[in-house]
Every structure is written in C-alpha cells, then in structure tokens.
C-alpha cells in the first residue's frame, strides 16, 4: 500500500474511528464520576438502540433528521460554506410542509398530501437559506454569523404564527389542528404489515426512504452533474472556480437553497411522519447534530449515513440510559453528543499527525517536496 | 572602533532549501552600516527568503549571521528585534482600527495597564518623530490614515522597538509618486541618524535615485555587489536577468493576417485605487506571437485577467473575434471560451487547476458544461475520462493517469494538462501566462514547439513571460510592461537583451501609446474614423 493510499485510509476509517472511541472513553470517566458502571451503562444504552424492534425503530427515526441536516451541512460545506442556520430551515421546513397539508382539500388522496406536503418543507427550508445565502454574495454578510441569527428569527416567527395563526380552535396548547389521515407519512410497521409481516410499532415512517433516496441524490449531484462540479470547484479553489467561468455568488445561492431544502425534510419525518400536527420545537438540535454529523461523515452521503445511525443510537439509547437508571437523566444524551461532536468535529485532526507518522512514514525526498509545494502555494 | 568600519549586517554563506529549490545559495552579503543598501531581484529569485532569514521567520540551513559585529541565531523575530532589527513588510501588519499609538505599542505594552505604557510611548514617539521627521498623528486610527503615512508608521513602530536596521520589502509598491518622495525624504533623516537600510525592491530607478550599494539576486544566488555610483540601470537589468543559454525555437517567418484582438486604452485599477494598468493599447494579429515582458509584478497579471474577462477594466475596450468589452459592457471568462479565447493562467497552483481534484477533473475546468460531455443532467465521467486521456496522450502528459490527484503529478505535467485543455479545443486567441515556469528543460521546447505550431495555425497568441530568452525565442513582435504602461514595442529580430533590459526599467524614452496605437492602425487596415478618436 503506496503513502497517499494509508493516509486516504487513515482520513477517512482510522480518525473517525479513533475520535469515537476517545469521546466514548471520556463518556466513561463521566459515567464513572457520577458513580454509575460505564460498562452497565453502554449495555443499556445498546439494549435500548438495539434491543427490540421498537428501539431500533426509534433509533432509525432520529437517524433520519440526522441524514437530511447532515446533508443539508454537506452540500454547503462543498462550496464552501458554514451553515449553522439547519435548526431555523428545519424549523420552517416545518411551517411549508404543515401550510401545504392544512390548507388543501382534506379530502385529497395521500398520493397529493404527501408530495405537497414535501415540496412545502423543501420550499420553506430553501427560501429560508436564499436570505442569508443573498446576503452573503451581494452584501458579504458571512453566513455564519446570518443563518445563526435566522435560527433566532424562525424560532420567534414561528412562535407568534403558532400562537396568533395556526393554533387549533380552542387549545390552549399552541400547536395546529391534527392533519387530516390520508396525509400521514406511512408508518413503515404499518407497510410491513400490509406485505405479511409483524413489527413492533415505532415512530419510523416512510420518511426514512426519502433521507436515503436524499443520500442518493446528493452524491449523485455533486460528483455526477456540472453543478455540482461547479460547486466542489467553487468550495477548493475559489479563484480557479472564477477563471473558469463559475459564478461564485450564484454558487452561494444554489448551494444554500439546496442545503436549506434538505434540512427543512426534517419536518416531513418528525411532523408529516410522527407528530401529525404542526407543533412547537420539533427541530431542536437536529440542525446543529446535522453539522456533527457532516464532518464526521466526511461530507460524503455514505459517511453522513453511518454517522447519522451514530447518531440515532445516542438519542435513543440515552433515552432508554436515562429511562433506566435513576441517577442519570436525559441530558446524559447532549454531554455524549458534545463530547462525540467536540472530538469528531473540534478536535477532528488531534490524532493525525501522530497517526501520519507513526502509520504513513515520510521518505526524506517526499518530504521535501511537500515543503516545496507549500512554499510553491 | 569608528562607525563606519563595523558592518550593520554581514551575512556569510547562507543556505536555504525547500525541498528542490535552492532559495539561497551561499549567499553572502555586507551592509556598511548607516548605508542605504539595495538588493534588487526578480520576483522568486530569493530575496524574500534571505531577509526572512535574517528576520528569523525561517532559519537557514547553513551559514552565519552577523549583526554589528555579533554572530547571532535568530529562531524568531522578537530575537531579531531585540538585536535591532526591525521590518517593514510590504504588507503592513497593522491593526486597522487601533490608533497609531496603540499600533506602536502593541508588543511591547509595558504592564498590565495600559496608562503607563502609553503615555510613555507617547513621549518617546513624540521625540522619534522630531528626530526622523516622521510627522503623523498618534491618535489617529490606522484605518483613516492613507498608504504613505501607514507606512510611516510601521516605520515608527520598528524605531520604536530600537531598531539600528532597517529592512523595507518593497515599499514603494503601494505608494503613489509624492509618498514615495516622501519616504525618500525620511531614509535620508534615517541615515543621517546613523540607521541602516535595506530596501529590498525589483524597481531600478529607486535603487539608483536612493541607495549607496546595491547587490543583485539571480536564482538564489548573490550574483553581483555594486556601489551606486559605479552601475547603471542598464547593467543592473542585465545582471538581474542574467544571461542563460538561449533556447532554439524552429520556427518559419509569421504568416500575419488580420487583426483578432483590438486592446484600446485599457485601464485597471486594483481594490486599493492603484493603477495596474495605464492607458495599455495594442493589437493581436492572427498568425503571430506577442510577446509581454517585463520584470514580475508591472502590470503582466492584470492584463491577462482583464483580457480574458476575470476582472473588470477600468476604463478602455477590448474588442476580440467581433465582441467588443468595455467597462460597462464585460465578457465573463465562460463567455470568452465559447467564442474562441482561451487561457493559460500564469498560476497553475491558484488557477490553473484544483490541486484537490483528480486530473481528470481538472482536465474539465472552464468546460464543465460543455455539451460533448454533459449528457443531459448527467456530467458523463466516461466521457470526463477519455477527455482527459486524450489530452493526456497529445500532451504527453506523464503519469497518463486521469483518476491521479492534480497534485501529485509534477509542475511540468500539471502545466502540460492545462496547455492541453486550453489548446487542444482549437481556440482562435490563446492567451498564455508564464507557460514554461517551474518546468524542466524538456517540457519548455516542447511547449515552446505547441505555441509555435498554434501560431503557424493562424490562431493568435499572447505570451506573458519574465524569462527574456522565452520572450525573445517564441515571439513576432515584443511589448514591454512597465508599472502598468506599455515603455517598448520592438520586433522580436530586432531585440537584444540589452534593448529589452532598459525598456522594461522604462530608461528609454517612453513611447506614446495612443500614437503608436494610430500608426498600426493606418498601417494594417482602414479603421473607421471612430476607431481613431478613441
């Protein structure tokens, strides 16, 4: 095996592999501190991701918000951009998708509500995203400080549209009246059991599908079409994309309404899959996991689904840890994600150098030539 | 001990690899101190290198340093500082919106409050400014101040931290022509104060206007030490550009025809105001070479960028293959392609490809929606493929390896892929930027070999290039750039070394563009009376 393919290896395998594991490790020592077996503690955890149907279902359900804002991260991050607003355009996502199915005919046959009710989450979420992404080519407001502010901005325009707009006559509650049967996401227990088979019931909707069919999409897009070749090129080299004849603030836009409507599907699995209603808050800490689970999942669909499962374990075997245990409560689940996130994300290259030299020895020429290269550059 | 038999800076056999490229070369150089000391160089020919070395950002690898008579290691700069050394960049490293004197004391604050420091400082700053005649207001944030007196301050700030050394890396590059008189003004209170300079500059004229020696630079190596009196422009542009073998290139008598490229009076101004180019007007015939020469940095880039639709003119108007541009009215460079020009950046590594992608991506840049490729929706890597295999075999473009990442092929093959991608798709104008640069001898002939044939083709080509030989072997006609301006126009039968040397220093006798402009119109075509107004 030749140096660059050990190092591909140890990018793209090893590291991630390896950041896990320490952010696993230091979940014990925090387990361990809090007088709790971390060994007891992960076989809960497991059993609860794992150990029954209705556990998996849930894990695969979180997984998938964790598939469509983790994509939604990626293809911003292929033209080089940070999009940390995925919990605003979720949220709206939210609102398109809810308008689409409350303001059609109820009577409607599912084959219309649902398509609807997708393009509105698509739409919201990308137009959502065009705001910031507009104001980032035409009047260089960086998009990272813009799409976290627009996350503040949907959470309270959401709240008065919930409170003053949306809310079913005569709650108190602010959330929209149920949606109507024929529009619900199918339940994938309930498609099992129309071909013969029993599972145990479990939010995972069809829904789940459309995150894959998303993962598809999105690598097919980006390596396999010219947009997405302008994109990449845009994202690696800014000045070679504009020698080429790519318009860089066109890329900006495009790449962020993609992204935008990508995170906005959220909605189409928590409301139009689970929740049947328009509810408050549904999106929270989908949007920022989403940023997690891109840069674990090297920006690469497949990467973004392994990580996203990852993910998925987390919420729902915490969820079970705090279940179970009486001294752990469910905010055991964001100290293991921060932890996961701060080694993927933060700390990503901490074992690099280390692994380079240790694994992927430098000839002495080869060395000098990458010097050389980099004083070239 | 006298003052003036103690060296300021004595540098004794330094030696800087990075990797294949020997930056310095047993460099030695003596700096008399409370001289003015010019070392002048091409771009890339080490002098960068050497004063980072004797600023202590990079250590050499061999060799000794000497400051006023004290060897010395410097592994950073604060130890350079403190041997009273001090740096003017070229690009100031200023906090844009801090006062002047909390630029100068930054670094050295004196204490955890600032009250003491500051007001200490300002007494000092106060009695440099008297003393250097260094006039600016302590008050004042960076950001107010224009170029010359930011400047100014820098100079402030390394006086401030005890420097007895000087050393300024082009700083006449931003300036406009009163600062830099100005700034002359100030090196003489310098000196008479006892404190040495080194300017470090591609610009001859100041170096014969200001300084008391001069040393020249060539490809790492200190190639010769002069005292300012005893030089001339002219010998310093031969020395800087040095005489190599000149390479034979096969080539029949041009067959010129018509016009494809109209350059009138093309202005570009950067970010900054500054006039990159001024008032450049010139014709590009099919069937010929042109070449552009010019020491690195007077105008070479902007041309190319403008010409090939990157960045916006100024002023003026190009008209190419029957399109006409104008400020108002650019071409994009996507634009430019389809209607037959293409382009050869002078940087492969910023422009020319994507060191990320593989080559056969790379191979794609600028024809990525090109139709032969695309099929529907679908960009068909088959296809990507075999594009870049074929460019690959005409070009003999080593490994022929398409899935092989950009970076890794060398910078002779990485500039024979982008030669491929922009020649092989037959455009009528090429335009073609520092093409053999970084590449071995082999790769230079025959890419010399392919312009040669492009130009027997009909097509028109521009070549920009700093290697003289280059210029002289592969052009028709030569127009030489000078701060922007066009200072020479020559046959390339009729041009030597010597000729082209002083032109590109602008010691000839400048030419009026707009009239030379006239006569190649009325004498290669009838042009329109409008034309001639413009």
């Known amino acids: 095996m030749n140096r660059d393919t050990r190092i591909a290896w140890i990018n793209r395998l090893l590291l991630p592999l390896l950041n896990i594991i320490t952010a696993f490790a230091v979940t014990a020592v925090v387990f361990w501190l809090i007088d709790v077996n971390p060994i007891e503690a992960a076989q809960v955890l497991l059993y609860g991701a794992f150990g029954y149907e209705e556990g998996i279902g849930y894990t695969i359900y979180y997984a998938t918000n964790f598939i469509f804002t983790g994509l939604a991260v990626a293809v911003a991050f292929h033209a080089g951009l940070f999009n ?151 994202g690696k080299n800014g000045s070679a994309a504009v020698y080429s004849g790519i318009k860089p603030k066109r890329i900006i836009i495009v790449a962020m309404c993609i992204s935008g409507a990508l995170a906005g599907l959220v909605s189409v699995n928590e409301l139009v899959g689970y929740q049947h209603r328009l509810i408050m808050d549904f999106h929270l800490g989908y949007g920022f996991g989403g940023i997690a689970v891109a840069l674990m999942g090297r920006k690469h669909p497949i990467g973004i689904i392994m990580a ?6 987390l919420y729902q075997g915490g969820a079970e840890l705090a279940f179970e245990m009486s001294n752990i409560s469910r905010d055991i689940v964001v100290v293991m994600q921060g932890l996961v996130i701060l080694f993927c994300g933060a700390l990503e290259y901490m074992y690099r150098p280390w692994l380079i030299r240790t694994l992927a020895p430098v000839k002495q020429a080869a060395a000098s030539q990458e010097v050389a290269t980099e004083v070239g550059a | 001990m006298t003052m003036t038999d103690t060296f300021a800076i004595e540098l004794i056999d330094i030696d800087k690899r990075f990797g294949a490229v020997h930056a310095n070369n047993k460099v030695c150089l003596q700096v008399k101190q409370g001289n003015i000391h010019g070392i002048v160089g091409e771009n890339g020919a080490g002098k960068s290198t050497l004063m980072s070395i004797l600023y202590g950002f990079y250590q050499a690898d061999a060799g000794q340093i000497k400051v006023l008579g004290q060897s010395h290691t410097f592994t950073d700069s604060h130890q350079a500082i403190a041997a009273g050394i001090g740096m003017v960049h070229q690009h100031f490293m200023l906090v844009e919106n801090f006062t002047v004197l909390e630029n100068v004391i930054l670094g050295s604050e004196g204490g955890a409050l600032l009250a003491n ?156 105001g500054v006039m990159r180019l001024n008032d450049v007007s010139f014709e590009l015939r099919a069937g010929e070479v042109l070449g552009v020469a010019g020491v690195s940095g007077n105008g070479q880039t902007q041309l190319l960028e403008a010409l090939s639709g990157i960045i916006n003119m100024t002023s003026g108007s190009v008209e190419v293959l029957g399109f006409t541009m104008d400020a108002k009215n650019p071409i994009t460079p996507d634009k430019m392609r389809q209607i037959g020009l293409a382009h050869v950046p002078e940087d492969r590594h910023r422009m020319g490809l994507i060191t990320h992608f593989s080559a056969s991506e790379s191979a794609l840049l600028g024809y990525h929606t090109d139709p032969k490729i695309n099929s529907g929706i679908w960009l068909n890597k088959n296809r990507v493929e075999d594009n870049c295999k074929a ?113 590109m220093a602008n010691a000839l006798d400048p030419i009026d563009p707009l009239k030379t402009m006239d006569d190649q119109l009325a004498s290669t075509q009838q042009a329109s009376a409008q034309e001639n107004q413009v």
């Open chain 2, 117 to 272: 420091g500051m007001a200490a400082a300002r007494k000092e700053l106060t009695r440099l400014a008297d003393v250097y005649g260094l006039k600016v207001d302590l008050d004042a944030t960076i950001d107010s101040l224009p170029v010359g007196l930011q400047q100014r301050v820098e100079i402030l700030k390394a006086l401030y931290k005890g420097a007895k050394i000087l050393i300024l890396d082009e700083p006449t590059g931003v300036l406009t022509p009163q600062e830099t008189e100005e700034l002359f003004r100030i090196f003489d209170a310098l000196k008479q104060q006892g404190v040495t300079i080194m300017l470090i500059t591609h610009k001859l004229r100041e170096i014969i206007s200001v300084t008391d020696q001069v040393s020249v630079m060539r490809a790492g190596q200190m190639v010769a030490h002069r005292d300012t009196c005893d030089t001339s422009r002219e010998e310093l542009a031969k020395l800087m550009v040095g005489r190599k073998v000149l390479l034979q290139v096969n080539k029949k008598a041009a067959n010129v025809r018509a016009p494809l490229m109209k350059v009138k009076r093309l202005c570009v101004a950067d970010d900054q």
């Open chain 2, 391 to 503: 460019l690959m075999s005409a070009f003999d473009v080593r490994p022929a390896d398409p899935h092989l990442k950009s970076a890794n092929f060398s910078g002779g093959n990485q500039q024979k892929l982008i030669l491929a991608r922009e020649m092989e798709r037959n455009p009528d104008v090429l335009l073609i930027g520092q093409p053999t640069r970084g590449v071995d001898i082999g790769a230079i002939e025959f890419i010399h070999q392919r312009i040669i044939d492009m130009r027997d083709a009909g097509k028109a080509v521009l070549l920009v290039s700093v290697e003289l030989d280059e210029i002289m072997s592969v052009s028709d006609r030569i127009i030489v750039l000078c701060d922007g301006q066009i200072t020479g126009r020559i046959d390339a039968s009729d041009a030597d070394e010597k000729t082209l040397g002083m032109m």
């Open chain 1, 308 to 313: 996203a499962v990852l993910f998925g374990i």
């Open chain 1, 84 to 234: 940390i607003g995925g919990e605003g355009q979720a949220y709206l996502g939210g609102l398109g998708a809810g308008l689409a199915i409350l303001l059609l005919d109820p009577s409607l046959s599912a084959w219309v509500f649902i398509p609807a009710s997708i393009i509105g989450a698509l739409f919201f979420g990308g137009l959502w995203a065009l705001i910031p992404a507009y104001l980032q080519a035409y009047r260089g407001s960086h998009i990272v400080i813009t799409t976290i502010m627009f996350n503040f901005l949907a959470a309270s325009l959401m709240v008065y549209i919930m409170v003053h707009v949306l809310r079913e006559t005569g709650q108190m509650t602010p959330q929209s009246e149920l949606f109507p049967t024929n529009a619900w996401m199918p339940f994938v227990h309930d498609v099992a059991a129309g071909f013969g088979y029993s599972i145990e019931a479990s939010p995972l909707n069809m829904s789940v599908l459309l995150a894959l069919v998303c993962a598809v999409l999105v690598w097919f897009f980006l390596w396999h079409t010219r947009w997405g070749y302008a994109i990449r090129a845009t």
